[in-house]
């Protein structure tokens, strides 16, 4: 078992007996560490907020307070970015340091693997200022998680359309608008489509292989950052 899937567990177990203490020679024996792995383990969550105390005595050992404590949470990775992008559009406000301490609280209780994912989904998104309001068409983003390739009716700033297969590969979002960030077959090369100009979406049945590389975008990385979700 990896850190982050034992500091998972070592929460569960703590609350799936609370308020009775585990000790950590117990917990040691369950997960197959030693007590001063767990004693590590237990002061990283600590360190994140996880409201775990120690009794002590001969029947002392380590608490979770269960009533503060989130069960496994069953998020999806695009639900966890969702909240990144709202939490981030609280930067600047008193709120910020909390915001970013609540999506580490949920992310610390996803099973490993979507939290992973989540992570992953997140590297794709990149933002200009405070991020944009405008939507997204659901198509297009279901398509950008689930990595397949579109068929796009696209009009551009003149209003002139045109059809084309891309390859999402991840958003942009300035102040005003988000972007889908693709690689274009018609042009063979990375391209921003404007969302609100999207016509019309046909998801096709290929597979996205190719990866998103921050030097592709013909943008100053001073201006661009990827989203965070920690």
Known sequence: MNRTDRLYALVEELRAVSPRPRSARWLAGRFEVSARTI??????????????WAESGRAGGYVVDRARTLPPVNLTAAEAVAMAVALHRLRGTPFAAAAGTALRKVLAVMPAADAAEAHHLAGRVHLIG????????????????????????????DGSSSRREVEPLGYLGN??????LAWCRLRDEL?????????????LGEEVRRELRPEDMDIPQERVRPLSLV
């Open 130 to 157: 405070d991020g944009p309001g405008t939507s997204v068409p659901a198509a297009v983003a279901d398509a950008v998680s689930a990595r397949r390739v579109l068929r796009l009716s696209y009009a551009d700033r």
């Open 175 to 180: 102040s005003r608008h988000w972007y889908l």
């Open 39 to 52: 004693e590590r383990d237990i002061a990283a969550l600590q360190g994140s907020g996880v409201p775990i």
């Open 191 to 203: 391209r921003c489509f404007r969302t609100d100009r999207i016509l019309g979406v046909v998801p």
